[in-house]
């Protein structure tokens, strides 16, 4: 069964997908780790691929870039193709100087001035969202047995990329206690809690508000491999 923006069959989709913003980086990661891949989406070039990790089935799926995106892919996964996990795999600004290039960030709960929440089904009007907690656990057991560092945060989920009250970060930082920022999650979360599903965020610090340094564009597509290692043992 397809929806407007999927063209898949329900079966063609595991029940755990990973969701890199970049559906380059969903090529990627299907042509780099998965086994016996098939491709199942290239409506409006969203890539989705189906494939195997260490013998376990696993699916992975560009999301686009803002709510608005994540919100639709997201949404359609979890209801009508029965996607129970959904694990995003996403670059982000770092808000201090504690975060460096390339290190990997697990968003405890996310903070937004969006409305998407409170739009998308009429209650909702806290300033937070927050991941699968047991999701949360799992990915922690995982990172710790690839031996790979993890910082744990608030992470801030922004409706704009070129603000321009550029220092306005340091306001959120302070005030929310936000590590970094990306522009995803706090929707992801949302639908995962208004259906009954599994979230969880894991970013790979792409440049830094702080010190202005920066990774290129082929850099994010090519060498978060980290976040994606994590990721992909969560294959069931």
């Known amino acids: 069964m397809a929806t407007p923006h999927i063209e898949a069959s329900k079966e063609q989709i595991a029940p755990v997908v990973l969701m890199p913003g970049d559906p380059l980086r969903a090529k990627f990661i299907a042509d780099t780790f998965l086994d016996n891949v098939e491709r199942f989406n290239t409506v409006r070039n969203m890539f989705g691929y189906t494939g195997t990790y260490q013998g376990k089935r696993i699916s992975v799926m560009g999301s686009g870039m803002g709510m608005p995106s994540i919100g639709i892919y997201s949404y359609e996964l979890y209801k009508f193709y029965d996607v129970k996990t959904i694990i995003r795999i996403g670059s982000a600004g770092a808000y201090t100087d504690q975060l460096d290039l390339y290190d990997v960030v697990l968003a405890d709960k996310a903070y937004s001035e969006s409305s998407y929440a409170n739009v998308q089904d009429?209650?909702?009007?806290?300033?937070?969202?927050?991941?699968?907690?047991?999701?949360?656990?799992?990915?922690?057991?995982?990172?710790?047995?690839?031996?790979?560092?993890?910082?744990?945060?608030?992470?801030?989920?922004?409706?704009?990329?070129?603000?321009?009250?550029?220092?306005?970060?340091?306001?959120?930082?302070?005030?929310?206690?936000?590590?970094?920022?990306?522009?995803?999650?706090?929707?992801?979360?949302?639908?995962?809690?208004?259906?009954?599903?599994?979230?969880?965020?894991?970013?790979?610090?792409?440049?830094?508000?702080?010190?202005?340094?920066?990774?290129?564009?082929?850099?994010?597509?090519?060498?978060?491999?980290?976040?994606?290692?994590?990721?992909?043992?969560?294959?069931?």
């Open 122 to 236: 009429g209650e909702y009007a806290e300033p937070y969202t927050y991941p699968s907690e047991t999701l949360n656990n799992r990915i922690e057991d995982a990172a710790k047995t690839l031996d790979i560092p993890l910082r744990k945060g608030t992470i801030h989920s922004s409706d704009v990329f070129y603000r321009e009250n550029h220092d306005d970060f340091k306001r959120i930082r302070d005030t929310y206690g936000a590590l970094a920022v990306e522009m995803e999650s706090f929707a992801l979360f949302h639908n995962a809690r208004v259906l009954g599903k599994e979230a969880a965020c894991l970013l790979t610090i792409s440049d830094s508000l702080v010190t202005n340094e920066a990774t290129t564009s082929e850099e994010r597509q090519n060498a978060f491999t980290k976040m994606m290692e994590i990721a992909l043992s969560l294959a069931e």
